[in-house]
């Protein structure tokens, strides 16, 4: 699909986006005939993420995508020669060229899903050689995704329902693809919309944004504007001088804010008519250049007057320093007073949006029961991921030839789990998660009401459970290449996640959760995983 029909297409991944040990490992499997081996590998991460009970799901789209389009040009098959050993037979780099991914089939937990410990994102089968060289970027392309959406799920939950949260990271991201990363994925976690204008165009992400003190601090009050008319929102009648209309206000305001008419900025005054004049309809004031209350507030306060005289209605404050908290309170009850005072009602509900370094200890304060901010600006906190940079996700075999592999490795926590296999979330009578449980592909489908002896990882024996309903995880995704079926939008993940998110448990919700959510195998899967640790032992 060309680029210019498809958008999204600009952001996918390359098959060379991987580690050097992917072609040494293909070589390998090439020379020993074993290239088109059928194997299964499946993508999953060992602990939640931020001290928490859950994590989201996310990364299946650019996956499926960069699956879709997946094919070693001449230049990359050329530098992987350059690279490996040079008498390499040059039917090797015959094969690469003809790799694609029609052999590969995919089943995945949809986007937006929760994800639990050792629970499969992704289960990946297909000639062992192609599968192997999807390892990193599939790793790339999930782990960081389902981080960021699960920083923003835990940011979201914190801030309630009511709030609106804007994502504007992308000057602190990792780069340019961590930065699109971020502002996609923090969208599907929750965020209401992002400063990202790229995300917008190619993700669909909703934009949003305001200005910036450079912009105020550009002024020093001289400047005339071309056209300092502005017609009323009706349509009808002459255009009236902003800046001359937003004068006489100030005088009013001043005196009612016990202000000399001389402390407001002269240049902020102008930066917010020239604001004003560019978005008569969507005015928004940047508060602190100088000062809240001697100089933005009243500044503000003069052009939306000026503004509302003509039928238009400012949008918004914004704070970026202080304390935001107390400082919404004020400018709230400035707004009541002087809509009182000059029979504006409108003023009262004008939107107070803050930023600054804003992390969950200052979302929580910000979020609290009273609190007058209505939007909140976060950057770094979201982005970077600052208390867990990394999911820790891996991509490990767990069989070949139809046959069960497993890691059994000095560290008992990376060991992994053999065979091909199903995953269920048993649910309970209210729709809330109860367990996941992990079973062999061949054994028989969980019952609602049935009782069902699963095994706890981490317990010592079998438990019994009796769910009310039974939810299959994994989806048919992709079959040998083709898509199963159309891929859900990033607005209808982001809603599923919102939903999935309702549904769990007020313990596994808490940030900090002692209660982790259980996942289970079921008898016959331990009994394998215990057969094939006796089998290794010497």
């Known amino acids: 699909m060309a680029a210019e029909q498809d958008p999204e297409g600009r952001a996918?991944?390359?098959?060379?986006?991987?580690?050097?040990?992917?072609?040494?490992?293909?070589l390998g499997y090439w020379r020993a005939g074993r290239a088109r081996d059928a194997a299964e590998f499946e993508l999953f991460f060992r602990r939640c993420p931020f001290g928490g009970a859950f994590a989201l799901a996310a990364g299946l789209r650019d996956c499926v995508r960069f699956l879709r389009a997946f094919r070693l040009r001449d230049a990359d098959v050329q530098f992987l020669a350059s690279v490996l050993p040079p008498d390499t037979d040059p039917a090797f780099f015959e094969h690469l060229r003809a790799l694609d991914c029609s052999e590969v089939t995919v089943r995945a937990l949809p986007e937006g899903s929760l994800a639990f410990p050792g629970v499969p994102l992704l289960q990946v089968s297909g000639p062992l050689l192609v599968v192997q060289l999807l390892e990193t970027p599939l790793l790339c392309l999930v782990s960081y995704a389902s981080l960021v959406a699960t920083n923003a799920a835990r940011l979201r939950l914190i801030a309630g329902p009511e709030k609106r949260l804007l994502e504007m990271g992308l000057r602190r991201a990792q780069g340019p693809d961590g930065g699109l990363t971020a502002s996609t994925y923090s969208y599907l976690g929750g965020f209401d919309s992002s400063s990202n204008v790229l995300a917008g165009q190619l993700r669909g992400v909703p934009v949003a944004g305001t200005l910036a003190h450079s912009f105020v601090t550009s002024f020093s009050g001289s400047e005339l504007p071309p056209d300092p008319m502005l017609v009323p929102a009706a349509g009808e009648g002459p255009g009236v001088d902003l800046a001359a209309k937003a004068q006489v206000w100030l005088?009013?305001?001043?005196?009612?804010?016990?202000?000399?008419?001389?402390?407001?900025?002269?240049?902020?005054?102008?930066a917010f008519v020239a604001y004003a004049l560019a978005f008569p309809r969507a005015f928004q004031g940047l508060l602190d250049s100088y000062s809240v209350r001697r100089s933005g507030l009243p500044n503000f306060l003069a052009v939306s007057l000026a503004l509302g005289e003509l039928g238009y209605r400012a949008v918004g404050v914004r704070l970026d320093s202080g304390d935001l908290l107390q400082q919404a309170q004020e400018i709230r009850q400035v707004f009541r007073t002087i809509a009182a005072q000059f029979q504006v009602p409108w003023l009262e509900s004008v939107s107070i949006a803050v930023s600054n370094n804003i992390d969950e200890e200052a979302l929580m304060q910000l979020a609290q029961e009273g609190s007058e901010v209505n939007v909140i600006g976060i950057g770094t906190s979201v982005v970077t991921c600052p208390q867990q940079p990394s999911l820790g996700c891996v991509y490990k075999l767990v069989a070949v030839g139809g046959q069960p592999r497993m890691k059994l490795t000095e560290d008992p926590e990376k060991q992994t789990l053999p065979g091909s296999k199903a995953a269920f979330r048993l649910l309970g009578s209210d729709g809330s998660p109860l367990m996941d449980v992990l079973q062999l592909a061949e054994e028989p489908v969980p019952r609602a009401g049935q009782e069902l002896k699963v095994w706890p990882r981490g317990a010592q024996g079998l438990c019994t459970v009796r769910p009310a309903q039974v939810e299959p995880l994994l989806r048919l995704c992709l079959q040998r290449g083709q898509l199963c079926e159309p891929l859900p939008s990033l607005a209808e993940s982001r809603a599923?996640?919102?939903?999935?998110?309702?549904?769990?448990?007020?313990?596994?919700?808490?940030?900090?959760?002692?209660?982790?959510?259980?996942?289970?195998?079921?008898?016959?899967?331990?009994?394998?995983?215990?057969?094939?640790?006796?089998g290794a032992s010497p």
């Open 12 to 26: 996918a991944a390359r098959p060379l986006l991987t580690d050097l040990y992917q072609a040494t490992m293909a």
């Open 251 to 270: 005088e009013r305001v001043c005196a009612h804010l016990g202000l000399g008419v001389q402390e407001p900025h002269p240049g902020e005054r102008a």
């Open 496 to 534: 599923l996640a919102q939903l999935s998110l309702s549904q769990l448990s007020p313990a596994h919700k808490r940030l900090q959760s002692l209660a982790q959510y259980q996942v289970a195998l079921s008898e016959r899967l331990q009994a394998l995983v215990d057969s094939l640790r006796v």
